[in-house]
Each structure stands twice: as C-alpha cells, then as structure tokens.
C-alpha cells in the first residue's frame, strides 16, 4: 500500500490553481471531465468504478442466489449452477462476491468524502489561520501522519469488538485525513498570498467569501486527487481489517469472505476461488481509484504527461527532424 | 523564405580567431503541442565575428530564447531542431552528436543563464560545479583545477574562500557573477547569455555588464546577449538584433537600430523606453499582442500591430531588406522608405 | 544544525504523545475493555494477576488518572511492560524480544531493497521518456500498488508453496527446529522469508518507482540540468550527479509516510505466512484479547517508525546543503 501521488509531501501541487487568475468550480469541473475523457487511464478507472457502482447498487440483476443462505452443496467448485463455486458452508460465492461490493464500495466511497471534508477544513483552517492554530492543528496531523495507521486502527478496533460498518468508517475518517490535510494546508497557504486574494481582502470580502468563492474552487483538482487516494487507502485498510475479524464477521463484503476464507485453509484444501477471488476484487477496486489518481496527476502536471511525439534518450530527443539542410 | 545577403561588419575587434565565430543559416526550431506545431524560431540566419558583442532583443515569446538554445544544441523535449545550419568556426553543430558536441562544448563555447539559483546545482558546491566542468575535459590535477577556479573567481571580484560556498549561501549577485567566472573557465571563443541581468536589481544589473564588457575587452571573446531590455544592452553591444514572432525583424549596428530604427516594432520598444534626459513625451507601447505561432498570419507578422501597416503588408510573407548597414523585415524598408515617415 | 534539532524534537515529542494516546485509549473506550477481560480471566488467573491488570488498566483503583500516568510511564521507562495474558506468566518484554528480529530482518532488509530498486527504475523510466519501459510502467505499477499486500501473499503461496513447492509458506523457520546462531537455522530462516519479501517487494516497489520518475521528470527540465549538459558533462554524471541527486529529496521526506504503510502491510502479509514476527504477534494477542501484549506492540512498532523517520531526515540532511543552513 504505498502512496502514488507525484507531488512532494507538503509541497502544492503544481499548476492547480493558474497564475494570476481565478478558476470557477464550473470551469474546473468542466476540465476534469474533458481531461477523463482523453485519459485513457483516468476512462479505465471511470469504467471500472461504473460497473463496481451498478453492481453495488443493483447486485440482484445479476446474482441470483442469496449470499448468506448456506443451503447449497460444500465446497463446490466453479459449475454452470455457481459460477465460482462455493463456500464450505455452503454458501454461494458468486452471489457473495456481487453482494459484497455494496458494503466495500459504501466504506471506501464514505469514508473517503468524509476524510476528505475533514481534510479540506483542517487543511484550510491551519492554512488560512495561521498563528497557535496552525502549530496546533499542524503538529496534531503530523502526529497522526506518521503514526502507522493499521496498527492503530487494529488497537482502536480491538477495544470495540463487534464493530459495525459506521463505526469502522469513523475510525478511518479519523486516522485517515491527515495526509489530505497537509496537502490542502500547502496549497492554501500558497494561494492565500496571491493577489486575487488580497484584491478580495481589500474589497472588504469576508473571510468566508473569500474561502467558499475563490480558494475552495481553485483546489478542485488537489481535493479530488485526495479523495480517490484516500478511498484507495481505506478500501485496503478496511478490507485488512475484516481480513483479521475485526468488523462484524457476519456481515458480506469482500473483506469477510476472506477471513472466512483464511479461517477455513481454503488454500489448503484447493478452494482457491473463495480465496482468490474476493482479493482480486479488492484490488481491481484499488486499482480504479488509484489509476483515476494518477491521471490527475497527469492533468494538473502537465509535465508528466505522455510527450506527444518526440521520445528522449537521457535529455536529448531522439527523434531531430531537419529540412534541407542549406548552408550558403 | 529567402533572406537577404547577410552581413559581416568589420567591428575592428581584436579577434582571437579568424574567420566568423559562428555563421547561423536558416535556424529554425518548433514545439509540439496539442494544438500543432508551433514554429517558435523561423528561417534566422546571421554572423558573429570573433569578439563581437550581438544583443539580441524582443519581448517575451519572441523566440530569442528558443534561438540561443537552439544554436547551443540543448533543446529539450517538446522543442526540436526543424532545419538550418550552425556553422561554428567552420563545423557545424547540427550535424555532431551527444559525444562530439561535449569536446567543444564549454572549452570553445558556454552557456549563462538567467536565474544562477535555477542554474546551479543547489546540492553542490561552487567549487565542486567548477570542477565537474573541468574533470569533463580532461583536467585531473586537483593542484590545476584549484588554481583555475581561483583565477576565475578573483576575474569576477569573488573571494575564492567562496569555493566552498553552496549556491543558496551566496547573495544574487554574487551567484551571477559566479555563473560567469564558471563561463570563463576555459576562456571559450564565445560566450551565450539567456538574460543574466533580468534577475538582479537595476544597480547590480550596471555593474554585471560593466564587468561582462571588462572581461570580453581582457579575454576577446564573443557574445550573444539576449534580454528584453534593449536600452541596457545598447550600451554595450556592437550589433543588436530585433527578434519579433520567431522572425529576425531588424538587424544592424547598434549605433544605427538604435539610433535610427526602421522597423515599425524596433520604433516602438524604443518609444517605450523614453530617455531620461530627453524632452518629455507621453509614454507609448505597442497595442495588441504576438501572434500564436501555432497559426502565424498570411503576411507580415506585425502588421496586425503596425501603426504604418499598408494593405500590401498582409498579402504575403516579407522577406530581410538590406538599408544602409542593417537588414530590415519590412516592405517599407524595402522601398527605401524609412519607418520614421 | 537546526534543521535536526527541529526534527529530533518532534521526535520526543510524538513518541511522547503516542505513550500518552496509548494510555488514554482503553480509558477512553466505552466501558473499560479491561473490565470485560477481568471477568474473562476471573477463574484463571490468580488474584495477584488480576490486581495487575486491574492497575494496569486503571480499572477499581484509588488513584486518580494523573497519577496513573505518572505510575504507567514509570513502568515503561523501566522496561516493564506488563505480563502477556497469551503467554502468562511470561512477562511481554520477553515475549516480543522472540519475535523482533524477525521482523526487523523482513521488514527491514525489504523496505531498504524495495526503495534503492524503485528508485533506480524510477530514475531509468525518467532518462528513456516515451520508450516501451516509461509506457509500461506506470499503469502496471498504478495497478500493483492498489493490490492488497495480503493477496499478492495468498498468490504466492499458491503457486510457489502449494503448486510449485519451492519455497516454504509457513513460519520464520521450520517449527521442528529451535532458534541458534548456526548457518543451518540461519538459511532455514531466510528460505522462509523468501516468499513474504516477494509480497512485500512487489507491492510496495511500484510507489516508488512512480514517485521517482514523476520527481526526475520535474528536475530534468530544470535549468541546473541544462546547464550540465552546456558543460559538457557524460550523461551519466548527469543523470545521478544533478538530476537523481535533486529529485531523491522529496522522496525522502515521502519515505517518512510510506514507512507506516509498509508496516502495516507486514502485519498482514506476516499473518498470511505465519511468519512469527511482531505482527503475527500482534493478530495473536489480538484473538486472544492480551491487552498488554497489544499495547506494548502498538508502541514498539510505533517507535521503529519514528526512529526510520528520523533516519530519513538525517540522511536529507546530509544529502541536501540548504536544510543545514539557519532557517
């Protein structure tokens, strides 16, 4: 699980804001949804994360079984009537699988937009305040930050056995914003002094003006960036935790039906597909956001992305296309 | 596009070498971006004797940047070389590669940028910069590359304890004036400068070009100085170069295109800078902007911007007219007609 | 100077306020968790034991939470960390002392050898821009990252333990054999740790890889960069000299982060393995609800990752001449 965003830890995002000028939410809403287009990273994720939403929402369209009841045949392998199989409980796989996304996709689609809110004030309230409340709010992220977050959640989960969906998303929320925080707090700081800004200020804006209506607009980019890497993240985390059996063991989603998986030697005793498939899920929902993530990378540091025609060898380009070459 | 009979004008320098230091035909350099090809640098050809100060100016995005780059061969990625040649003392760069190119590089022929604290290795210090420059030609003696850094150094008015410094420890002149020794190293046969002075203040800005015109008059070398400010650099420079829209618009002693210009544009940067002894006049710019490169207009590329514009300027491209001592881009010109009318 | 001053306070500092989150936390929690492992352990363990726990846990005591603190940082400055409930009466200094070298040796050596690969492809993807290995890259490597560290294990010991028989999947070592200091143990040891560093290694390396080729791309249109090549510099100097040298740095701070995250992808890919270090420990005391152990892990493992921490901003300091300067 490691982090992909491009940009230094602390450092603005290069190019989020442009120079010298204001972006409207409209106008930078509208970029991003012509950049996904042209990506062909950013469309893949987009499609993947549509179908993972359609099944999550819709789950009966196509799996036709019930995920809990355990009235079919042990440890099947994958047939005609269960396409991965089942369980040793008797519990069909395929429909597990289906109906899982829905818990997995609402903890990593949850937790990442109230991390990121929790982001966005603390960033901007530290950015913006500045003074004790910045040193304060600062060093309570920076603890946070590099405090390793799995563990903690383990020792936090532990002490509330028998936690349930809204409980774990909580517990992400809290351990899970800091990293969000620090970015925004970067950038606010670096816009907080452009001349807009003060042009505002000396307008006699009020300060929350000035932050809905010009700062928020011009971090749209940096604010979807953490939310996709944030629900990345928690995605992980919180199937590692149900991995374990913390969470509620009798609840479907993919993280469950490893631990069952685990708890039963499915490897051991050739039920691979109980084993494999959940994780593959996990990790094609990962693999969703996190390629959304660094397409935006892409797009709002134009310098990464693809050179359009010239290819480079070290620092020159390999390809010099020269006319005629006249000399007097 | 043709141009015109180019020019050599006996300076009457001191040269250290016979023969031109560089003769440029036909330069041109375009970028690829989404939107197409965009020609920054077009068809520009001229000389440069040995010890020979050319200034070449324009404003931002006319290519004078591009142009120098382009002569060096350090282009990066989306630029690229289109087509002409790069005659230096009597080889040409375009042809050479990677490795032919770094023989000749820095011990004939090095590089001042614009910004020293962009330029220098912020991790290394000055004294190690120097020596990697050395090292790369061949010196290996730690006796020698002392010695000659040292020189350098004191050639700048720099305390040598200085060698040791790391970039960010020294002031902004002083880091430019290191950038310059480092150019000295080898004493080159010329020296390229990408707007050395726009970094600094108006009083440390003097005293670099009076040091850079010291050193030149010492070591005899040539100098191609680009900079937006063409009443600095006119002090300074043998022959001055108008750059506009990737095109060369005027080109002639500076005496002569500053004292009388005749391209339309060479006029109006210099009305813009009114003189400070002079009788007052109302402050004038250019209205409008550059046009985009990546669709430069039919005919002349300041005729949407002229003040002298005539019907006949938009029909087709205009090609360098010889007037006097200068070349001017201009139909006007052409017709020995002067911009002033 | 300062500049490490200033990161060894916050050392001090952040250790100091996990010791104090580590004790506030079963406070804190509804109920005492204590309270229900109390009435667990009520006819097992003796009553001294219980007394213990209870004083631990602040639980039914007289003295009031300052003096608790006081009496809790005592025990750890000391060294007592309390007795394992799991493992009782061996006290949980002794029982983790069993089982850190193992996790130090996989954790470690493969963190180390995942940043120096990563960095060096990285570096690589960046000098070839637009070849097949900067096409490739990053999607493959977008996509690895995202990959559950537990799943990547599961594969592995699917087709190299059970398919393939190659290598072991279970345990730091063959249980037949008890720990010594011979080359035998020794290579038993490290067969075992081949397949949970492959785990680790192939998750975690696509990080760094992506990161440092999107830093190198960024120093490579610096103008110290073009400077270099005017001088005539060998590609290779300038390659590691000017570029790699400059665009290592915010990967370096980024280590900091990333440290976490690889620890906690060892816990699982230990608990996957069976491999006996402290994150397998610390699922164990986990099942077993051994608070003490739990505790005590939770701060070591938290202390290891501010000592890399640490490690990392001593090496930037070396590396990069302006955080020395007065700030």
């Given at each position: 699980?490691?982090i992909l965003?491009?940009a230094a830890?602390g450092e ?7 120079p010298?000028?204001q ?11 012509r950049?996904?287009?042209s ?6 994720g987009?499609?993947?994360l549509?179908?993972?939403a ?5 789950p ?8 809990e009841?355990?009235i079919?045949?042990?440890?099947l ?20 699988a289906?109906?899982g996304t829905?818990?997995t996709l609402?903890?990593a689609v ?10 966005v004030?603390?960033?901007?309230a530290?950015?913006y ?11 309570i992220?920076?603890?946070?930050l ?5 563990p ?5 989960v532990?002490?509330?056995?028998g936690?349930g969906v809204?409980?774990l998303?909580?517990?992400l929320?809290?351990t ?8 925004l707090?970067a950038?606010?700081?670096?816009v907080?002094s452009?001349d ?8 006699g804006e009020r300060?929350i003006?000035v ?10 980019s ?6 996709l890497?944030?629900?990345?993240y ?6 590692g ?12 989603s ?12 499915a ?15 996990i990790?094609?929902?990962?693999a969703?956001?996190?390629l ?9 540091n134009p310098?990464?992305?693809r050179?359009?025609?010239?290819r ?17 | 596009m043709r ?21 440029i035909?036909?330069l041109s350099v375009s970028?690829?971006t ?7 640098v077009?068809?520009v050809s001229?000389d440069l004797?040995?010890?020979e ?16 780059f382009?002569?060096?061969q ?8 289109d087509?002409?040649s ?5 080889v040409n760069?375009?042809?050479?590669s990677?490795?032919q ?5 820095w011990?004939k ?5 614009q910004?020293?604290?962009?330029a220098?290795?912020?991790?290394k210090?000055i ?8 090292r790369a030609?061949?010196?290996?003696s730690?006796a020698?590359?002392t ?5 350098v ?5 720099i305390d040598?304890?200085h ?5 960010h ?11 310059i020794a480092m150019a000295?190293?080898?004493t080159?046969d010329?020296?390229?400068?990408d707007?050395?002075?726009s970094?600094l203040d108006?009083v ?8 850079i ?8 070398f040539?100098i191609i100085?680009?900079?937006h400010?063409m ?6 420079s ?5 750059m ?5 618009a005027?080109l002639g ?6 004292d009388?210009?005749?391209h ?9 800078f ?8 109302p ?6 902007s ?9 005919g002349?590329r ?11 300027c938009?029909?087709g491209p205009?090609q360098l ?6 070349l001017?881009?201009c139909?006007?010109?052409?017709n020995g007609?002067?911009s002033g009318? | ?10 050392f ?5 306020a996990c010791?104090?989150?580590n004790?506030?936390?079963?406070r804190?929690?509804p109920g ?6 109390l ?11 219980l007394?213990?726990i209870e ?14 603190y006081?009496?809790y940082?005592?025990?750890l400055?000391t060294g007592n ?11 949980v200094?002794?029982v ?9 040796g996989l954790?470690?050596v ?8 990563g ?8 000098w ?12 493959v490597?977008?996509i690895?990252s995202a ?17 393939l028989?190659?290598?072991?999947y ?21 067969v075992?740790?081949?397949l ?6 192939i998750t975690?390396?696509?990080?760094w890889?992506l ?5 190198m791309i960024?120093?490579?249109a610096?103008?110290y960069?073009?400077?270099?090549r ?6 290779r100097r300038?390659m ?5 040298r400059n665009?290592i740095?915010p ?5 900091a982060?990333?440290?976490?995250f690889?620890?906690?992808g ?6 996957v ?7 397998y420990l610390l699922?164990?005391?986990l099942?077993a609800e051994?608070?003490p ?5 939770f ?5 290891a990752?501010?000592?890399a921490i640490?490690?990392a901003d001593?090496i ?8 020395r300067?007065?700030?």
């Amino acid at each position: 699980m490691a982090i992909l965003t491009g940009a230094a830890l602390g450092e603005p995002a290069p190019g989020v804001a442009e120079p010298g000028g204001q972006v409207h939410a409209g106008q930078a809403i509208g970029r991003i949804w012509r950049a996904i287009r042209s990506n062909k990273k950013a469309f893949a994720g987009a499609i993947l994360l549509a179908i993972f939403a359609f099944l999550a929402i819709f789950p009966w369209v196509i799996a036709h079984d019930s995920p809990e009841a355990e009235i079919y045949g042990r440890s099947l392998g994958p047939s005609a009537a269960h396409w991965l199989g089942t369980t040793s409980y008797g519990q069909d796989l395929f429909a597990q699988a289906v109906w899982g996304t829905r818990e997995t996709l609402i903890i990593a689609v949850v937790s990442g937009a109230l991390s990121t809110f929790l982001s966005v004030i603390m960033g901007l309230a530290a950015g913006y305040l500045g003074g004790v409340a910045d040193a304060v709010l600062n060093f309570i992220t920076d603890v946070l930050l590099v405090v390793p977050t799995f563990p903690l959640l383990i020792i936090i989960v532990a002490y509330l056995p028998g936690i349930g969906v809204p409980g774990l998303i909580a517990v992400l929320v809290v351990t899970g914003y800091s990293y969000g925080a620090r970015q925004l707090r970067a950038q606010t700081l670096s816009v907080r002094s452009r001349d807009y800004l003060e042009a505002a200020r000396v307008r006699g804006e009020r300060s929350i003006y000035v932050i809905m209506v010009e700062i928020i607009p011009s971090m749209t980019s940096l604010i979807v960036a953490t939310f996709l890497g944030t629900a990345v993240y928690n995605v992980l985390a919180a199937a590692g935790l149900q991995f374990l059996g913390l969470g509620n063991p009798d609840s479907v989603s993919w993280g469950t039906m490893l631990y069952w998986a685990q708890n039963n030697e499915a490897l051991q005793t050739d039920q691979y597909m109980w084993a494999l498939v959940p994780g593959a899920l996990i990790g094609l929902l990962g693999a969703a956001f996190a390629l959304l993530n660094y397409a935006f990378d892409e797009i709002s540091n134009p310098a990464l992305a693809r050179v359009p025609i010239t290819r480079t060898r070290g620092l020159n380009p390999v390809v010099r296309r020269l006319r005629a070459n006249r000399a007097d | 596009m043709r141009t015109g009979q180019t020019e050599r004008l006996d300076t009457g320098l001191a040269g250290r070498t016979s023969g031109p230091v560089l003769e440029i035909r036909d330069l041109s350099v375009s970028y690829q971006t989404k939107r197409g090809t965009v020609r920054a640098v077009e068809d520009v050809s001229f000389d440069l004797a040995s010890g020979e100060f050319l200034g070449i100016v324009g404003e931002s995005g006319c290519g004078k940047s591009t142009l120098l780059f382009g002569i060096a061969q350090l282009l990066s990625a989306p630029a690229v070389l289109d087509g002409g040649s790069v005659m230096f003392e009597g080889v040409n760069l375009v042809n050479l590669s990677e490795h032919q190119l770094a023989s000749i590089r820095w011990k004939k022929m090095s590089l001042v940028m614009q910004s020293a604290m962009n330029a220098l290795n912020p991790v290394k210090t000055i004294g190690a910069q120097f020596t990697d420059a050395m090292r790369a030609h061949g010196v290996s003696s730690k006796a020698e590359i002392t010695e000659r850094s040292v020189e350098v150094l004191r050639m700048v008015g720099i305390d040598p304890v200085h060698l040791r410094s790391y970039p960010h420890q020294l002031s902004g002149g002083m880091r430019q004036r290191s950038m310059i020794a480092m150019a000295m190293l080898f004493t080159p046969d010329l020296v390229m400068m990408d707007e050395p002075t726009s970094a600094l203040d108006v009083v440390a800005q003097r005293s670099l070009m009076v040091q850079i015109k010291e050193l030149q008059q010492q070591l005899g070398f040539a100098i191609i100085f680009v900079t937006h400010d063409m009443s600095l650099v006119s002090h300074f420079s043998d022959r001055l170069m108008v750059m506009y829209a990737g095109q060369v618009a005027e080109l002639g002693a500076t005496r002569s295109v500053f004292d009388t210009p005749r391209h339309p544009y060479s006029a109006g940067l210099l009305d813009a800078f009114p003189s400070i002894r002079g009788p007052k006049v109302p402050l004038t710019g250019i209205p409008g902007s550059p046009p985009d490169l990546a669709r430069p207009p039919q005919g002349c590329r300041f005729a949407p911007r002229c003040p002298k514009v005539q019907d006949r300027c938009k029909t087709g491209p205009v090609q360098l007219y010889h007037v006097e001592d200068v070349l001017v881009r201009c139909l006007r010109a052409g017709n020995g007609v002067s911009s002033g009318d | 100077m300062r500049f490490l001053l200033r990161r060894a306070a916050f050392f001090v500092l952040t250790l100091w306020a996990c010791v104090t989150l580590n004790f506030l936390l079963p406070r804190l929690m509804p109920g005492n968790p204590a309270i229900a492992l109390l009435a667990k352990f009520h006819g097992r363990l003796s009553p001294v034991a219980l007394k213990a726990i209870e004083i631990a846990f602040g639980v039914n005591t007289n003295q009031n939470l300052a003096s608790q603190y006081v009496s809790y940082l005592h025990d750890l400055l000391t060294g007592n960390l309390g007795t394992s409930l799991t493992f009782f009466p061996t006290p949980v200094s002794v029982v983790i002392r069993g089982a850190i070298l193992y996790t130090l040796g996989l954790v470690g050596v493969t963190t180390i050898l995942a940043f120096i690969l990563g960095t060096l492809i990285g570096i690589l993807g960046a000098w070839r821009r637009g070849g097949w290995l900067d096409s490739i890259l990053p999607p493959v490597f977008v996509i690895t990252s995202a990959i559950p560290y537990f799943w990547v294990g599961m594969l592995l010991i699917l087709v190299f333990g059970i398919q393939l028989h190659w290598f072991p999947y279970d345990f730091a070592y063959d249980p037949s054999l008890s720990p010594s200091l011979t080359f035998s143990f020794i290579g038993n040891v490290i067969v075992h740790s081949i397949l949970p560093a492959i785990a680790i290694l192939i998750t975690s390396i696509g990080g760094w890889i992506l990161t440092m080729r999107n830093t190198m791309i960024t120093t490579l249109a610096e103008d110290y960069v073009k400077m270099a090549r005017a001088k005539g510099l060998s590609s290779r100097r300038i390659m590691f000299d000017y570029a790699a040298r400059n665009a290592i740095l915010p990967n370096l701070s980024g280590f900091a982060m990333s440290v976490g995250f690889i620890v906690s992808g060892a816990v699982l890919v230990e608990f996957v393995f069976n491999y006996n270090g402290l994150g397998y420990l610390l699922v164990q005391a986990l099942d077993a609800e051994d608070y003490p152990l739990m505790q005590a892990l939770f701060l070591l493992i938290t202390v290891a990752v501010l000592i890399a921490i640490l490690l990392a901003d001593i090496i930037t300091a070396i590396l990069d001449p302006r955080t020395r300067s007065a700030r």
